[in-house]
Structures are given as structure tokens and as C-alpha cells.
């Protein structure tokens, strides 16, 4: 028995241990010696971290161009740790990653009291709306702070919104009023909409219909996409596509196509496509997002390069509101020198937390509804065409705030 | 002078030949992959030497006879003979290197690597890397001390300034400063290290001896948005009296007492100010201006700017020759 505890005990502090040499590659091996000003060689203080998404089928692009993923988001969670324990060692604290992931018929509460059992009380959700309301209505998760990093649903920042909640991906009314600033700024301002059949695409569509409202821009004409979803390998595939769609995208005079298709079913068959001779914005053509391969602007070349390093690939969006979410809980870390979960919560909803994320200004969270208030890039398909907000759009608090749902307009009471 | 000398020389139109106006000085453009030479006198560009892509960090050797730039996107630094304004040479640098520093005895070269969390240590002589140092996430500012036995990095995304003991190649030290650090810069008597922190928009000033931040400057200009406040390029007069701080895209310069560090006076230069370099007789300072493509010049005797010079594309690094 006394053998068997031995072994446990053993197994537990290498596994420990060898985690923490992992981060530790040192090419001079005298470098590598944070506490020589320090005194005391204490442990390291650990900051815990939990990753929760649901299983999936991996994303297929409709273009060939891009890979097929099934690891979003978790790279992205992974590399903010690294970050975050590069820090750490110089202030003798350490970052853990604890990942959950849902089976796809599984209860995302039980794996949220799971988390809580093992000690997180720093949640980074990858969930859509459904499983993150559950997972935030769970009793084990009121005493945690958790970060919604990929669902976009207005109502969470407004109706629906809970104090434990921070929004780390812009919603959807922060991407269509990006994206109208710029349309209106270059007097884009009638538009064709085409919007896809499911529930995000139309959710899209709304977040337009409002920006439009709000910027005085014009909705010509509304056309639903009602062809059949298609297998995107075909070998006669153009032809239809080409006559299909050309009549389709017959409307009234209008300067762009707004293209509401979250569901990547049809958006990339409309460019050069459309009757007139008009760009293609929305989800596809000129996109309005949190990150993109085409931006490189304020030293964001170094994050790609760290990323695509360590995970082969492209940072998708959802990689990057992971990161941005733990390199907040490690931002705290470096300016409480705490490891407690409910200080570094304060901190990070309190005035004097800015988290620089490589989009030219250092980002916080709206005291009001909990969103991340950030610039929005505009991403071409092989290039970055422009950052919201425009200039010209002015605000009496910070710019950023020209996008979405400003302090007197939120509907959120819960807070 | 006799009243007819003077008459002639008023006749001709020459003014009394200042030094500053023999100065040449030299612009690294990040994206036309170029170095600007600029007459300091004429106030013209005199020529444009082609270098390796996306050349930033730039400076001279100990007698001034030759030019290292970094060439990031090439992974290198091009070294430009001045006489004959060409690339003669090359050295090793470790990958992506931005910035770096050469010690005051004029050897090595400590090179900040920003993609891997690493400080490389180049010998100019035997044009090898002969150490590498770990240190936080992305590695840019370089300052070395006067007499050159601490060298200061900043890690831009760790947020600290690490002091590293330059005969051991070992870090004693790291303080945590505001978001985004970029610029390390120590004053000429070696006592203090400022440090600039571009998202959090202040300047730290820290100890060189007990290592503590003893100050954080900060900066208000009417009209502009904090988050514009960005500050990047730092530098002191040899007199230690006054300091000057390129603030980006607030496209300004703010002139500071480096006694009381209180601000004097926030000077208009061009877009996006990044560096800066005083004139070797401290009678001009010239801001490199990111994102209209210009130098702005200015005579820090009338204390304002005097004229924009057109060089390359981004304009990011300056330095001075008499």
C-alpha cells in the first residue's frame, strides 16, 4: 500500500516536474536562473486554467485552399500558455492547461462540475450559445470567471447576459458594424443581401439589417439563397454554379453584395459570379473579423509565427480569442503577482487592466456587458483591406466603442 | 570679422558654416528595403543604398567607417561601407532580428530575435554568433551601459526589461514594466534606464543600480486619444538635461526634462513617429516618420520643427554622422 502511495506520489511530482523542464528549452543553460535576484527559490505559484469545448466534425471549407480543422481554439489555448509560462519564469509562477472536451452527445454541466472539481475556476469556453448558457447556469460555475471565445450571439451581451460571463470574440454587432463603417465611409451604402438558410446566417443578416439602420445605409433588395446545399467536388461543378447564380444575383442597382452565409454553404461561388459587375462582403469576399492570416500589422507577424510553429497550420479566429483569454489570465498574473482566481478575476474586469493583442491599442472589457472591446479587421481573401473603426467615427470614451452595443443602448440588466 | 568680409559673405548669401549642417544622416526604410542618405546641411537626400528586406534596427561601427542594419525578413544584418555607400558585407544574426546594440568596446553585437525568445550574441570580428541568451517573449529593445557591463532587453509581450550581466551572458535581473515595451535606452552617466512602453503609453525610468522603476512618465495631448499615445523611440542629450520620446501614432515628440521628468512640450512631427536621432552637436533632432514617409527635422535652438525630408518607404530607424 505504502509502495503503491510511493509510486503515485512519485509519478505525480515528474509529471509535474517534466511539464515544467518542457518549458524551460534553454540554450545556455546559465540563462535560464530567474531567482538569482531573488532570495527565497520557492515553488512556483499556479495559476489553473480550464478549456471546455464539444466534440465535432472537423470544419470543412467550401474552398480547397484551406485545411480541414478539428483542433480551433485549443491551439490557440496552448500557445497562450507557453506565452504565459515564458513570463511566469521570471516571477516564479506557472500556467496549467486543463482541456475538456464534451463527447457529442455528452453533458457539458457534467464536464463543467468535472473542471470545477479538478479546481478551475478559470474557464475558457469554446462553446456555441446553448452549451455556454448551460455551462454558465451551472452552480459550480458561478464562483468561476468564464470566457466565451467563440459564440457571437447578440443576446448574450444583452438579455442574456451574467456576471460571470466575459466575451472575449466580438458579436455579431460589432462585425456588421465594422464592416458598414467601412462600406459607408467609401459610400458603399446600397446593398444586395443574400442570406443562407440557417438560424446563424439569418442571426448575420439581423446584425446587418441593424448596422444599416444605424449608418443610413440601404438594403435594395433581400434575396434568400435557396438552392441545395452541393458537395463542394464535382466534376461539372462550374457550369451551374456560373448560370445559377448569375440570375439569382439579379436585383435592383446596389454598390456591394452583403452575403449573410456563416454556415460556409455557398458565399465563395458569388464573387465574380454576380450579375453586375459588384464586391462581395459579409462572410465571405471582404470579411469583417477578429483575426485573419492577412493581418500583419503591429508585430502580429511574431504571433503567426510562434503559432504556425507549434500547430502546422493558419490562426483561425477562434485560436486567437483562446489566446487572447489566457494571455489575459497571465496579464493579471503579472501585475497582481497573485495565483488566486477571484483577485485576477477583479483585476481583469477592473480599470486598470489592458491587454496588448497585436491590433495596435491595448483592449479591455466593457464594464457594461463584459465584451472585449477591440478593433475589427477587415480581411480580404490574400490581403487585409482595412481596420474598424474608420477614421472619422468618433466617441466620447474610446473609439473602439463605436462598435456594437454601446453603454446607454445595452440591455443587459444582470450585472 | 572686417565689415567687408562680412559684406561679402552677407553678398554671397553664406551664413556662418555650422557643424551640424556637415552631418549626414541615415534612414532605414522597412518597406522599400533601403537606407536613406540625407545631407544634413542641404537638407536633401543625397543617395539610396538597397539593402535586404525589411531593414529596421541600424548602426554604426566604433570608428563610424561602416553601417550594420538589420535586415529582418532576410534573417541577417548587411553591413554598408559609409565611404562607398554599398553593401559590403554580411553577418550572421539569428533569425527575424529588429534591433540590436554594439558594445561600447566594439565587438559584439547583441542582437534581439523576435521569434525566438533570444538575445544573439554576434562577433562583428570573426562574424560568428558565439552565445545566445533566453530571454521573454519577443525580445526588441537593446541598451547597453555606458560601460558596457549590463545590457538591457525588453520582451514585448512578457512586459520586462531584463538585465543581463554581459561577462556571464546571465540574466540578474528583470523588472516588469508597462504593456508592450519597446525602446531600452541607459543616460550617459550609466545611472538610469529608461524604458518605453508602447501600449501602456508611458516611459519607465528605472534605477540602473537597485533595479526599481523610480518614475513613470506619462503623457496627455489635447485632442488625442490616449491609445494614440504610443511611445517607441527614446533619446538624451549627452548633457543628461533633456529627453526626447517619439509617442507613434499621437505624431508627436515629446520633449521631457530628464531631471524632474516633467514634459516641456509636445513637438508635431510626421505619421506615425517611430525613432530618433540627435545631431552629433545636439543641435538638431531627427524623427523618422512611419506612415508619411518622411524625416522631420528639428532645430532644437528655435525649438521647433523646421522642414520634412522625403526618404523611403516606412521609415523606421536614424542615425547621425558628423
Not at chain 1, 481573401?381 to 463605436?402: A, I, K, Y
Amino acid at each position: 500500500m505504502r509502495g503503491l502511495f510511493l509510486l503515485i506520489l512519485a509519478w505525480a511530482i515528474l509529471s509535474g516536474a517534466s511539464a515544467w523542464a518542457a518549458d524551460q528549452t534553454v540554450t545556455n543553460p546559465t540563462a535560464a536562473n530567474p531567482t538569482a535576484a531573488n532570495p527565497t527559490a520557492t515553488d512556483p505559484i499556479s495559476v489553473r486554467i480550464g478549456y471546455l469545448t464539444r466534440a465535432e466534425e472537423p470544419r470543412t471549407p467550401l474552398t480547397f485552399l484551406e485545411p480541414e480543422t478539428d483542433d480551433e481554439g485549443a491551439q490557440g489555448a496552448r500557445l497562450a500558455i507557453t506565452d504565459n509560462n515564458t513570463t511566469g519564469r521570471f516571477l516564479n509562477q506557472r500556467f496549467e492547461l486543463v482541456e475538456a472536451t464534451v463527447p457529442t452527445d455528452g453533458s457539458v454541466e457534467d464536464a463543467v462540475r468535472d473542471l470545477a472539481g479538478q479546481g478551475v475556476r478559470l474557464l475558457v469556453a469554446d462553446l456555441r450559445k446553448d452549451d455556454l448558457l448551460a455551462a454558465a447556469a451551472v452552480p459550480e460555475a458561478r464562483g468561476m470567471l468564464i470566457f466565451n471565445t467563440r459564440a457571437p450571439d447578440d443576446d448574450l451581451r444583452n438579455e442574456r447576459c451574467l456576471p460571470n460571463l466575459l466575451h472575449v470574440t466580438p458579436s455579431r454587432r460589432m462585425l456588421a458594424d465594422a464592416l458598414t463603417q467601412y462600406l459607408v465611409s467609401r459610400k458603399w451604402s446600397n446593398w444586395l443581401l443574400v442570406v443562407g438558410r440557417t438560424p446563424e446566417d439569418e442571426a448575420f443578416a439581423e446584425a446587418m439589417r441593424a448596422a444599416a439602420k444605424r449608418y443610413r445605409a440601404k438594403i435594395v433588395e433581400e434575396k434568400k439563397w435557396t438552392f441545395e446545399d452541393a458537395n463542394r467536388r464535382v466534376d461539372t461543378g462550374h457550369v451551374t454554379v456560373q448560370s445559377e447564380t448569375l440570375t439569382f444575383t439579379q436585383a435592383g442597382e446596389h454598390d456591394v453584395l452583403v452575403v449573410a452565409d456563416e454556415a460556409d454553404a455557398f458565399g465563395e461561388y458569388l464573387p465574380y459570379h454576380t450579375w453586375l459587375p459588384r464586391p462581395v462582403v459579409g462572410t465571405q469576399g471582404m470579411v469583417p473579423t477578429a483575426w485573419s492570416r492577412v493581418h500583419e500589422q503591429w508585430g502580429a507577424t511574431q504571433l503567426h509565427s510562434r503559432f504556425e510553429k507549434q500547430a502546422g497550420r493558419w490562426m483561425r479566429p477562434r485560436d486567437y480569442t483562446a489566446w487572447m483569454a489566457i494571455r489575459a489570465v497571465g496579464e493579471a498574473a503579472t501585475r497582481t503577482r497573485s495565483a488566486d482566481p477571484a483577485a485576477l478575476a477583479a483585476f481583469i474586469k477592473g480599470p486598470d487592466f489592458t491587454l496588448p493583442a497585436f491590433k495596435g491599442q491595448g483592449l479591455s472589457f466593457r464594464d457594461w456587458d463584459g465584451q472585449l472591446r477591440q478593433p475589427v479587421l477587415l480581411a480580404g481573401p490574400r490581403m487585409l483591406v482595412s481596420v474598424s473603426p474608420q477614421p472619422g467615427f468618433l466617441h466620447q470614451n474610446s473609439e473602439l466603442d463605436t462598435l456594437g452595443d454601446d453603454r446607454p443602448e445595452s440591455r443587459c440588466r444582470s450585472r | 570679422m572686417s565689415i567687408a568680409r562680412g559684406a561679402l559673405l552677407a553678398l554671397l548669401g553664406l551664413a556662418t558654416l555650422s557643424p551640424a549642417e556637415a552631418d549626414t544622416i541615415f534612414v532605414s526604410n522597412e518597406k522599400s528595403n533601403t537606407v536613406s542618405v540625407v545631407d544634413g546641411g542641404k537638407l536633401q537626400v543625397l543617395s539610396t543604398i538597397k539593402v535586404g528586406r525589411r531593414p529596421r534596427g541600424i548602426t554604426f561601427n566604433h570608428d563610424q567607417s561602416l553601417i550594420y542594419v538589420c535586415v529582418g525578413d532576410d534573417n541577417r544584418i548587411d553591413v554598408i561601407d559609409v565611404a562607398t555607400q554599398k553593401v559590403v558585407d554580411r553577418l550572421p544574426s539569428g533569425p527575424d532580428p529588429e534591433l540590436f546594440v554594439l558594445e561600447p568596446k566594439g565587438r559584439l553585437l547583441y542582437v534581439a530575435n523576435e521569434d525566438d525568445n533570444m538575445v544573439s550574441v554576434v562577433d562583428t570580428e570573426a562574424k560568428k554568433i558565439i552565445g545566445e541568451i533566453q530571454v521573454g517573449v519577443e525580445p526588441e529593445g537593446m541598451g547597453i551601459s555606458p560601460d558596457g557591463k549590463f545590457l538591457v532587453n525588453t520582451s514585448e509581450t512578457t512586459n520586462m526589461a531584463h538585465f543581463i550581466d554581459t561577462s556571464t551572458h546571465q540574466i540578474v535581473d528583470n523588472v516588469l514594466v508597462d504593456a508592450r515595451p519597446r525602446v531600452a535606452r541607459f543616460t550617459g552617466d550609466g545611472k538610469f534606464v529608461w524604458v518605453s512602453s508602447e501600449v501602456g503609453g508611458t516611459v519607465s525610468i528605472i534605477d540602473a543600480a537597485t533595479r526599481k522603476v523610480v518614475h513613470k512618465i506619462e503623457f496627455a495631448i489635447q485632442g488625442v486619444p490616449r491609445e494614440a499615445i504610443q511611445p517607441v523611440g527614446i533619446q538624451i542629450t549627452g548633457d543628461q538635461q533633456r529627453a526626447f520620446v517619439a509617442l507613434g501614432p499621437a505624431n508627436r515628440v515629446a520633449e521631457v526634462d530628464a531631471k524632474t521628468y516633467e514634459v516641456k512640450r509636445y513637438h508635431l512631427v510626421g505619421q506615425r513617429v517611430w525613432n530618433l536621432a540627435l545631431s552629433p552637436d545636439e543641435k538638431r533632432l531627427y524623427t523618422t516618420n512611419g506612415v508619411s514617409n518622411d524625416m522631420s527635422v528639428m532645430d532644437l535652438e528655435r525649438g521647433r520643427v523646421v522642414k520634412s525630408i522625403s526618404v523611403g518607404g516606412a521609415p523606421w530607424g536614424v542615425i547621425v554622422k558628423p
